[in-house]
Structure formats: C-alpha cells, structure tokens
C-alpha cells in the first residue's frame, strides 16, 4: 500500500481564496482524520469521519472551513475563503478502528500559506 | 479528561548521547500509548506502542519506551542517539472506544 497521500504537498494562495486539500486513506481503513499543526497551537484534530460520514467536527476552527468525504478512498478540505491564521500544515491520517491497536497512519501533509 | 503531556518543549543532546523523551498520561484505565516521530517536512511516523504485558517495549531505529503506571510515565529512551535522530517526537494516548490525544511534542536537537 502507498500509505496516506495528500495533495498538493504546498500551496500558496492570497487570502480570500478558495483552498482545497486532498486524501487518499489507506484502503480499508474505516476511519479518516484531519489535523492542523502549528507552532503556536501544535497538532489539532479538525474532523474525523467513520464509513465516510462525519462524526465529531468540533474541531474545525469555523464556518469557513469545511470537509467531505464522497468515498471510501477520498476526502476534501476546503477552506472558504483563506486568511493568513490559516497557514498552517494539514495533515491527514488513516486507521482501521477509533480505539485502535495500531495507531494512526499519516499522510506527508500539506504545507499551507496563505498571502 | 484524558491528556497526554510531554513536559520538555525542546532537549538538546550530543550524538552518542543517550535519550530520555518525558511522557505523563492521565486515563482512567490503562490506555493504549504510542510514540510518534516527525521529520522536518515529513508527517508523523510510528515508533512504537504499548497495549499490555511487557511494560517495556521495542521500536524502529533503536528506540525504546518503559510503561510505568506508578508514575503514569511511558518515557522514550534511545542508547546512543544519531545525528539524524535529530526530529519532534510525539507522545499519544488512547482507548478502546475514543480516539488518540497527542502530546505538544518535543523537538530534538543533536549536536555533533
């Protein structure tokens, strides 16, 4: 298996544009995760889905930011429209159970500026 | 609540040094406890976990961790570190039915 892809691995934008981030889980992984890091903050878990549907959303930071998972082997994050706080890297991770014996599995992120 | 805490934000060592990267758990039972590895611009890397038995358990790159539910510690430790150990480590916790909290995690420095 690949492991967890993102794409793209860098993106630059201007504020107040559009911003996708892309997924690919690791196939047969029931649950999908997407986090933020940065240095004030750390690693923060946005949204987390199960069987493609959205189970805890709490952490994403506000209506701007929204994610969707249409199949079992894709998920999107969009942020509508970007600021600058949301430079950050966007990581997303794979697992076969919540509680799970084998740990999360991580994608290469996607380093995030926004200008 | 649940919390994983990693008390050093930042630990420098030289090579050939021996390493001890501090982890504080705070469950209700026993958690299921990883240790993670980031490289600079790579995401996070698994290198090690404990579930049960053996309180002292094996990891890639010649890594170790000890659980110690006494001091609800679950300390990562190296013998001799590389230069190209030099990443931040991530400590994280979890159980059966709820999802893993990770620790602010600690940068290592090695110096040469």
């Known amino acids: 298996d690949a492991g967890v892809i993102q794409s793209p691995r860098h993106e630059v934008t201007e504020m107040g544009q559009e911003v996708t981030l892309r997924c690919k889980p690791i196939s047969g992984h029931d649950y999908l995760f997407w986090y933020r890091q940065t240095m004030m903050r750390g690693l923060e878990l946005l949204i987390y889905f199960n069987n493609n549907v959205p189970i805890d959303d709490s952490g994403m930071p506000e209506d701007r930011f929204s994610a969707k998972m249409p199949n079992a082997s894709f998920s999107t994050l969009k942020i509508q429209p970007s600021e600058p706080r949301d430079s950050a890297v966007y990581f997303c991770a794979s697992s076969l159970t919540l509680g799970t014996g084998s740990g999360y599995t991580f994608g290469s992120g996607t380093r995030l500026t926004v200008v | 609540a649940q919390s994983v805490t990693q008390p050093d934000i930042h630990i420098t060592v030289s090579e050939g040094a021996s390493l001890e990267l501090r982890c504080n758990y705070s469950y209700g039972a026993t958690p299921y406890l990883f240790w993670y590895v980031q490289s600079p611009g790579q995401g996070l890397q698994l290198l090690l976990k404990?579930?049960?038995?053996?309180?002292l358990v094996q990891g890639i790159k010649g890594f170790e961790a000890e659980f110690k539910r006494s001091q609800s510690s679950f300390n990562l430790r190296k013998p001799s570190v590389h230069w190209s150990d030099a990443a931040e480590y991530f400590c994280?916790?979890?159980?059966?039915?709820?999802?893993?909290?990770f620790g602010q995690g600690t940068i290592l420095t090695v110096h040469p």
């Open positions: 404990y579930f049960s038995g053996d309180t």
């Open positions: 994280a916790g979890g159980t059966s039915y709820g999802k893993l909290t």
